[in-house]
């Protein structure tokens, strides 16, 4: 019994995101492909079916336009849809600074 679709779907999707992280820097691209490992593994560990995980999904964007709303700036990626991926980088990226300052 082979993969289903949605699995083969997410397991390119997560490459290709991968391989546009590696060609920022090899610490992020370790630091997100943990992320993305842990992630993955939630899914298949909950098995709360796809109408759960859109209703997260969905919920988390209307707190990030809320969030915008309040700070007074529209979302970057309405420019650019690079910066859907910039967003998350950027946060490995201080998490990363972080633990390089108290290890320093």
Known sequence: M?????VWFTLVLSALVLLF???LST???????IFMLICLSVLALMSLGF???AGV???????QFIGHK???KKPSFFEDLQFLL???????NSLIAKKKEKSA
């Open 27 to 33: 610490p992020l691209f370790l630091a997100m492909g």
């Open 2 to 6: 082979g993969m289903s679709l949605s």
């Open 70 to 72: 309040i700070e007074g």
């Open 21 to 23: 992280y590696i060609k």
């Open 57 to 63: 999904f969905v919920i988390a964007w209307i707190g």
């Open 86 to 92: 910039i967003g998350p980088a950027w946060v490995a």
């Open 51 to 53: 109408k759960f995980w």
